[in-house]
Structure formats: structure tokens, C-alpha cells
């Protein structure tokens, strides 16, 4: 499966976002889990879906502003963004995992790493 991460730009902190990850083929197979890199900073686990959309994890940096969800049929997933601070600018990248360890968040069980998405959080 190939994915694409879209919906990315320039936001006032406090506000609100919401990104967008499609996939090529049939994403339902998938769990998704989110990850964003912070310019010139390790990337890092924001969150994740499991294929059916029942659980979903996310950092504790991220819990309780952030939301992923998934629409099957649309084989896409998103990431809503709310009460942005400035420290979470950065490229978002959306990746594939079939591993019953998907939760952990380690990258080690993602694969098909799409292209990133990048937005800002003016203060």
C-alpha cells in the first residue's frame, strides 16, 4: 500500500487542523499510526488506529488535543488537530503497520512511510 499525507500549512496556536492520510490501495488491512518530526529533531510517534477504527493510542504529549480516526471505505485516515501549540510544528508522516505491536508506537513495525506533510504553528 502506498500513503499519501495531505492537509498541512500555517496555523495560529490554539487553533485547529486536520490531516488527511490516503491510501493507494485497500487501507482497511492496515493499522495506521501517525508519526511528525520537528525540524532538525528525531521523528516521533504521535498516535495510531487499528484497522477497524475500535482503539487508537496516542503519545501523551498529543492526548486529549489530538483525534485519529478512519473512514474505510474512503481508505483514508485522519488526524485531528486541536489546540495547537507551536512546539507541535512539524512534517507529519503517516505509515502502515500490520504487527500486533502497532500500538508501541515503534517505527520498527511501520512500513510504506509516505511522503510527509508539513505544518506550522505561528505563536
Known amino acids: 500500500v502506498q500513503l499519501q499525507a495531505s492537509g498541512g500549512g500555517l496555523v495560529q496556536a490554539g487553533g485547529s487542523l486536520r490531516l488527511s492520510c490516503a491510501a493507494s490501495g485497500r487501507i482497511s488491512n492496515y493499522h495506521i499510526g501517525w508519526f511528525r518530526q520537528p525540524l532538525g529533531k528525531e521523528r516521533e510517534f504521535v498516535g495510531t488506529i487499528n484497522r477497524s477504527g475500535a482503539s487508537t493510542y496516542g503519545a501523551d504529549s498529543v492526548k486529549g488535543r489530538f483525534t485519529i480516526s478512519r473512514h474505510n471505505a474512503k481508505n483514508t485516515v485522519y488526524l485531528q488537530m486541536s489546540s495547537l501549540k507551536p512546539e507541535d510544528t512539524a512534517v507529519y508522516y503517516c505509515?502502515?503497520?500490520?504487527?500486533?505491536?502497532?500500538?508501541?508506537?515503534?517505527?520498527?513495525?511501520?512500513?510504506?512511510w509516505g511522503p510527509g506533510t508539513q505544518f506550522t504553528v505561528s505563536s
Open positions: 505509515a502502515a503497520s500490520t504487527s500486533v505491536a502497532y500500538h508501541s508506537g515503534s517505527e520498527a513495525v511501520y512500513y510504506s
